[in-house]
């Protein structure tokens, strides 16, 4: 079995190897602006979406909580953000992008489109568009679980089948 498992035939794999390489073309010019890819993906989010609860951000960025307040209390430091706990709830903060954040993130997104423009290259819009309805459709398809990453799985030629 293991002879015939290519690795660089399998969508984890290749994902990951985009995803990678991605990181690594992108990170240079973020760091032009002293921001991580992470960060960069917080105050992306802030500048389009407005005030949000931090829970929310971190959904909406794909970070997990506790990196999401560190990046912001890293922000709110730089003077890039603001926070805000609710009236009602002491755990509940909401986030702010400030003039300074915003100013950050409109001189970076000139680069970003341009460097998206290069990793998309010869695709065209049809291809583009299919691209993105898939890789939304295999992100539901893992997070609509519920368990993704937490059970172990069996092969696909052992699961019982129940129709």
């Known amino acids: 079995m293991s002879e015939r498992f290519d690795l660089s035939e399998r969508l984890p ?4 190897r985009v995803g990678a390489a991605l990181v ?5 010019g973020l760091k032009r602006h002293h921001l991580t890819i992470p960060l960069w993906r917080v105050l ?7 005030e ?3 829970v929310d951000l971190a959904g909406a960025t794909s970070l997990d909580p506790p990196t999401v307040s560190r990046l912001i209390s890293h922000a709110a430091r730089r003077g890039l953000v603001t926070r805000t706990r609710s009236d009602t709830s002491n755990r509940e903060v909401s986030v702010r ?3 300074a954040g915003k100013e950050t993130v409109d001189k970076i997104v000139p680069h970003m489109i341009a460097d998206e423009e290069i990793v998309l290259a010869g695709l065209s819009r049809a291809e583009l568009a299919t691209l993105r309805a898939i890789l939304r459709r295999m992100y539901d398809n893992i997070a609509g679980r519920g368990d993704a990453g937490t059970k172990q799985r069996q092969p ?4 019982k089948r129940t129709r």
């Open 13 to 16: 794999y290749l994902l990951n």
């Open 24 to 28: 690594g073309f992108a990170t240079p």
């Open 44 to 50: 992306a989010v802030l500048a389009h979406k407005g």
């Open 52 to 54: 949000l609860r931090q």
């Open 97 to 99: 992008i400030t003039k």
């Open 156 to 159: 696909a030629a052992r699961r």
